[in-house]
């Protein structure tokens, strides 16, 4: 499996040099509460939402905690950088980005697809990262409906040592 270059900028390490390790989604129970979401079109689709995971040190590996702030614009644009609103038991950065559109052709609107990732620092080896990603759809409900909450589950799990 290939890693983002982004991924890999943050993790700050050559995947050429490292020990890549991939854990099937499947075998991983982290699900992350979406709440507040809020999100819209105008010229572009923006989106802001907190994102949080509980986090379990008896699991392998173990998941830390977080909970991030994440706003941004534009389906199909690179992550962006959600802001910490917690402190975590270790380095944990959170991304997230709308995979780009599906338009229906029917005239109805589309519902947008948010990715998030989150990457940390493994919690017993300080030299091992971890990077979870998932996906769910939302809704463009800027203006029209209550701020939505739902559930992200990682659909992708991998490591490097």
């Given at each position: 499996?290939?890693?983002?270059?982004?991924?890999?900028?943050?993790?700050?390490?050559s995947t050429a040099s490292a020990v890549m390790m991939q854990i099937a989604a499947e075998d991983v129970s982290w699900d992350w509460a979406v709440t507040g979401w809020s999100a819209g079109c105008a010229r572009e689709c923006y989106y802001d939402f907190n994102l949080t995971g509980i986090g379990n040190s008896t699991e392998r590996p173990p998941k830390p905690s977080f909970k991030a702030y994440c706003s941004g614009q534009g389906?199909?644009?690179?992550?962006?950088?959600?802001?910490?609103?917690a402190e975590s038991e270790t380095d944990t950065l959170v991304v997230a980005k709308l995979l780009p559109s599906n338009n229906a052709t029917n005239g109805t609107s589309h519902r947008p697809l948010i990715q998030t990732s989150v990457r940390f620092t493994d919690l017993e080896t300080s030299?091992?990262?971890?990077?979870?990603?998932?996906?769910?759809?939302?809704?463009?409900n800027q203006f029209v409906a209550?701020?939505?909450?739902?559930?992200?589950?990682?659909?992708?799990?991998?490591?490097?040592?």
């Open positions: 499996m290939r890693a983002s270059p982004l991924l890999a900028t943050l993790a700050g390490i389906e199909g644009a690179d992550y962006k950088l959600c802001t910490a609103i030299t091992t990262w971890w990077n979870y990603t998932g996906k769910a759809e939302a809704s463009y209550p701020l939505m909450n739902f559930t992200i589950t990682p659909d992708t799990v991998f490591g490097v040592a």
